[in-house]
C-alpha cells in the first residue's frame, strides 16, 4: 500500500475511474592490480542494469588461496544501504526510487586479502520495457491482464497485472497464452473479457492508454477436480499482435548489450530435465536465467479468487518443474514462457513460486488442456529452427544460486563426529577413501554430514550413503591432501559450501530409480505438516546421484526428514510458501494518478460535483456537512480555492473553469 497525495487540475467536464496502479578494479591499501601475494578476484558479470526493488546476481572468484569467501560491497558500504541497494550472497537488490547519480559500484573484497577486490557498474532505472506499453502489433513477455482485474476496498483500488507470455496457433487462429489467474482471474472472469497491454498495474489501474490485444476464450477451471495446469488463452484482436511469436529479449541477437526479440521454437516443447539450462523474459524480471533445479513435483500452491479479494483455495499440482533462484521470476512474471537456454524449445509456463524457486506447468500439460471441443491441440508459434538464448551470456541475465548456509547446532555435529568415529577403521581401510570427517551437507542446509574424500587415482567403490542416520557428502581430494581424520573447522577448506543450490544433470538409470522412490513415497511425503512440495533432483552431496527434493515451508514446524528413503538421498530445501498471484505481500511502489485537462466550456459559476464513497458521516470541508457513501456534494467555488477529503476515489465530474483538489488516497497495486 502506498498513499500518494494528488494535486489535480481540470478545465472541463471529465469522468473517469483513477487508481493506480563497465567493469573497475581496485587494490586497497596500495595493493597492485589484485594479485599481492597471489590473491586475485574476479566478478562476474561486470556490469548490469537493475529495476528498482529488482535484483540482479553477481559471482565472485577468489584465486590464490584455500578461503574463497569474499564481503559484498555497494559504493563502498558492507552489505549496502537503502540509498544505493543492499547486496548479500552475491544478490544485488536496488532501492526503492533511483538514486542520484543512478549508477552504483558492487564489489567483492577477499576475505584472505582486504586489499584485492574487483567491482562492477550497475546502472539503477525506473522500469525495463517489457511493463511499457508496446508499440502495435505488440511482442510478447509484456506486461498485460484482463481489463477487469481490480478491486476497491474501503478507501483502498487494488489493480493486478501479469505477462502475455507467448503465442499460441490452433487451428489457424492464433492465441496469447497466459496463466489463468493473468487473464481470467483465478476463475472469476468471462468468456470474451478484453485482455488489455499494457496491464493495469502499469496504467495507473485504468484501461485508458491500454490497447485490447485479446478477448479471453478458454481457461482451465482452477478449482475443478483433475487441474493439473494454470493456463488460459485468449484469440488475438488482428494486427495487435506480432504473430511471428517474438517475445522480448529472447533472440539469439543482440543490439550492443541489449538482446533483441526472437521468438520461441515452435511446436510442442520438450520435457524439462534436471540441471537443464533455461530463460524466460517476463513483465517484472525480464530476461532471467537459471537452471532446472527439480521435476516431477507434487506440490500445493495458495490462490486467491479475485485481485486481493475474495476467499483464497489451493490447487495440488503433480508433474512440475522448478526452476532455481529466487531471483528467477517476481510478482508480475506469471504467464512466462520457461524455455531451454541453448535450443529456445518450450519448457514450462511460469506460474509461481517461492523465495528460492520458481515453479511452472509443463507445456506439455498446458497444451493438452487446452485442446478444443474438436480435440485439435495448440502449438507454439515460432522459429522453425533452434537457437540460443543470446541475452543469457549478456550482464545481469544470470540468477545466482548460492544460499546461505544455516547455522550447524553442536548436537549434530557431536552426532556426525560420533558416526565418523565408530566407522573410520573400516572406511580408511579403503584405499578410494583418502580422508574422513565432519562438514556441512549442501543437501540438507543447517545439518552436519560425515564427509568422504575420495582418491581419484584409486578404483572407485561403492560408498555409504549415511553412517548411523548421519548422511555422507563425497568429496574428491586435491593434490593437497588431506588424509586420515579431520574435524570442523578443516571443512570450509576441504569441502566448502560454494552453491547450495546447484544442480546437476543425473543419468537415466538414476531418474528411473528415484522415479520408483517418489511414486511410493510422495503422497506420504505430502501429508506432513511443513512439506509443500515433492519433487526429483541430483544430490550436491553426492555429485552423479539422484535425490528425492523436499520443499518445507520456513518456520513451520515438521517432522524429521530421514538422510536416505529407500537407498535413495534427500534434499531438503527450506523457502517462503509457494504462492500463485501475488507473492507474499508483495506490491509495486510508484503508482500514480494520472491528470486530465480538457478545453473550458463555461466559466460562469464555480461548482465541482465529486463523488464520495467513505463512511456515514464524514463531512467535507466544503460543507462540513455529513454525506453517506455515493452522494455527490457541491463544493462551492466563492474563495474556496482547495478542498480536501480522504475517500475512495470513484469518478468526478467538473462543468467549470480551473479548479484545485487536493486527493489523499490510498493505492495498492498488485503483480500477478
Known sequence: MRRVNVFLAFWLTAGFLAGCSGASSSSRGGGVGGNNNGVSVSITPTSATVVVQHSAAFQATVTGSTNTAVTWEVNGIAGGNSTVGTIATGVYTAPGQVPNPASVSVTAVAQADATKSKSASVLIVASNPNQQAQNIPIKLGTSGGNAKDSSVQGNLIYCCSGTLGSLLQRNGTYYILSN?????????????????????????????????????SQFVNLEAPGTNVDAAIAQIVSGTVDTSGDILSLGATATGSTPDPGPPHGGNGIAASVGEAVAKSGRSSSLTCSTVGAIDIATSVSYQKGCNTGSSFTVTYTGQVAVTGGAFSTAGDSGSLIVDQNTADPVALLYGGSDTDTVGNPVADVLSALK?????????????????????????????????????????????????????????????????GVGASIDRLGEAAVVLVTNPGQIPTPLPDELEGVGTRIVQATSEGPHGIFEMEAAGRIAPVVDALAVNTISKEELSRAKAVHTAHVNGLMKQPGVQGVGITSSADAPGEAALMI??????PRNPIPAVI????????????????????????????????????????????????????????????????????????????????????????????????????????LLS
Request: glycine share 8%; aromatic share 4%.
Open 180 to 216: 489463468n489467474h493473468v487473464l481470467a482471474r483465478s476463475d472469476t472472469a468471462s468468456i470474451g473479457d478484453a485482455i488489455i497491454q499494457p496491464g493495469l498495474i502499469d496504467a495507473n489501474c485504468s484501461t485508458a492508454g491500454t490497447t485490447t490485444v485479446g478477448d479471453l
Open 551 to 556: 520443499f518445507v515451508v520456513r518456520g513451520v
Open 566 to 669: 529407500d537407498g535413495l538421498r534427500t534434499r531438503v530445501r527450506e523457502s517462503s510458501r509457494f504462492t500463485a498471484g501475488q507473492r507474499e505481500a508483495e506490491t509495486i511502489s510508484g503508482c500514480k494518478v494520472p491528470v486530465a485537462k480538457a478545453t473550458v466550456v463555461n466559466g460562469q459559476q464555480q461548482v465541482a460535483q465529486v463523488k464520495l464513497a467513505r463512511m456515514p458521516g464524514f463531512p467535507t470541508k466544503s460543507s462540513g456537512d455529513p454525506h453517506k457513501p455515493g452522494e455527490s456534494p457541491a463544493l462551492q467555488g466563492n474563495g474556496i480555492e482547495q478542498a480536501e477529503a480522504h475517500f475512495r476515489f470513484q469518478g468526478f465530474l467538473w462543468p467549470a473553469r480551473e479548479r484545485r483538489i487536493t486527493l489523499d488516497i490510498d493505492i495498492v497495486s
Open 372 to 436: 478444443d471441443k474438436q480435440g485439435n491441440f495448440p502449438k507454439f508459434v515460432g522459429s522453425a529452427s533452434t537457437h540460443r538464448v543470446l541475452g543469457c551470456t549478456l550482464a545481469a541475465s544470470a540468477v545466482k544460486t548460492a544460499q546461505a548456509q544455516a547455522a550447524i547446532s553442536a548436537a549434530q555435529i557431536t552426532q556426525a563426529q560420533r558416526a565418523r568415529d565408530l566407522h573410520a577403521p573400516e572406511l580408511l581401510a579403503n584405499p578410494y577413501i583418502q580422508a574422513i
